[in-house]
């Protein structure tokens, strides 16, 4: 089912080139920065006496496992989160880990994500994730104490997809639904638990595509802002198709429209789940908590 029918640069100067009028680019670091992931289509309502679909298996084809893990793993109910983005230029690089999770069911998320030092904030940057939506709070020295800053992914360049210092669960599974290629490394164990290792690229574009609705925006967006189509991937998945854990690598231009290799940006996102069906905490930030910026207005 789709995410709509589903639930060298100065220090403090993230990623300038996806910043938007409104200040798209939140989160003030060193070098840096649902829809939910369920996906694919529920079909019709089935009449009383249908027959309860067969639990989820993992796909012999490679490409068609990788295809449908967010799907599977949105059928989970919940599930909880450990991120690390690492970006990466000439002369810089800064490491922001996260934790969290993501309700399937309500399609909402939250991440908290430590700052990584030389950035202009401190502390930990709160993210609430919808569909099309981000709640962020501590983004910034304009922003009032507590406050939270709503932004439509739509605003943002890379559709939050980084810029934020995490690729939130939903849009990192939802990003595996556009794979190209996908081949099985091998087995390995993690934590006592056998998962199936795959590798390969995926295209945004196409992944926002299958998507569809607001959980694609951020897709999207991120299609239209990198500049390597073909976005590399790791992937582990276990017996019955669950994501456990993934790695995608995007790539953007340090120098607005440059294409030489000494301005490109490297962003290493990875994002870990586990104790899927486990009750997940997250919610929308109530109506007078959140801070109205003037369109011109940047967060930071």
């Not at 694609?216 to 992937?235: E, H, I």
């Not at 069906?277 to 007078?288: L, S, T, Y």
Request: include cysteine; proline fraction near 6%; glycine fraction near 12%.
């Amino acid at each position: 089912m789709t995410d709509e029918q589903r639930g060298g640069r100065r220090p403090g100067r993230p990623l300038p080139q996806l910043r938007s009028a409104a200040g798209a680019v939140v989160l003030a670091a060193a070098l840096a920065g649902l829809a939910g992931c369920s996906g694919g289509a529920t079909g019709s309502a089935g009449s009383a006496d249908r027959k309860p679909a067969a639990p989820d298996q993992l796909s012999a084809d490679p490409l068609t496992a990788v295809r449908s893990a967010a799907d599977i793993t949105g059928r989970t109910g919940s599930a909880h989160a450990a991120t690390e983005l690492v970006t990466e230029s000439a002369e810089k690089k800064a490491v922001f880990t996260g934790t969290g999770g993501y309700d399937y069911v309500k399609r909402i998320g939250r991440l908290e994500v430590a700052v990584p030092p030389g950035a202009a904030t401190t502390g930990k940057i709160v993210e609430v994730v919808l569909p099309g939506t981000v709640y962020l709070q501590n983004s910034g020295a304009k922003v009032p104490e507590g406050k939270w800053v709503k932004l439509d992914v739509r605003q943002l360049p890379d559709g939050n997809l980084v810029s934020s210092g995490a690729t939130d669960p939903a849009s990192a599974a939802g990003a595996l639904r556009g794979a190209q290629k996908a081949e099985l490394v091998g087995i390995e164990t993690v934590g006592g638990v056998p998962l199936k290792h795959y590798r390969g690229t995926l295209d945004l574009a196409k992944a926002a595509e299958a998507t569809g609705g607001r959980g694609g925006d951020g897709l999207r967006m991120g299609a239209q802002t990198f500049t390597v189509r073909d976005v590399p991937y790791d992937v582990w998945l276990d017996e019955q198709g669950r994501l456990h854990k993934v790695v995608e690598v995007y790539t953007f231009a340090g120098a607005p429209g440059s294409k030489e290799a000494k301005d490109q940006v490297k962003v290493v996102s990875t994002t870990s789940l586990a104790d899927f069906g486990k009750p997940v905490e997250a919610a929308e930030p109530a109506a007078a908590d959140i801070y109205a910026m003037k369109p011109t207005e940047s967060p930071k």
